[in-house]
């Protein structure tokens, strides 16, 4: 015996929710009656959200499931941003930190070049002095 091909519907519903009629898809009819017969239609649906606390609807969805979920939600997003602000906090004073060494790193270099200098200059090399002096005011300048 043949089966006979299902008509397809004229509206496609999500059923996982019963009592909710937003999910209501309305197909033309101008575009099932030039589908194949055997053109079975499916709907899909996703949604998404960006950081640690859902949105107010799934949020109460999450309460439903089981009480105390919504706090334990919320609980662990102020944890998670107490950590994120530790470890910026730890980042920029390391930045600091790096600063401060590189300051000193380059008032010693520039003191031992002027050390450097003087020394040529007294024996009577004064292009090496030249040179003692110009590449790390150089590149002192251009940090500057």
Sequence with gaps: MKKQPRQPPRSLKNQSRKSDNSDQINV????????????????????????????????????????GMADRIMKMAEGETLHRHSWEMSVLDAQKADIKRATYLGFVIVILSLGVAGFCAFIDQQLVAI??????????????
């Design 131 to 144: 040179a003692a002096l110009s590449m790390p005011l150089g590149g002192t300048a251009y940090a500057f």
């Design 28 to 67: 033309p009819n101008s575009v099932l009656e030039n589908l194949p017969k055997n053109t079975q239609i499916a709907y899909a649906q996703a949604s998404s959200f960006r950081g640690p606390i859902p949105p107010p609807a799934l949020f109460e969805e999450y309460e439903k499931i089981q009480s």
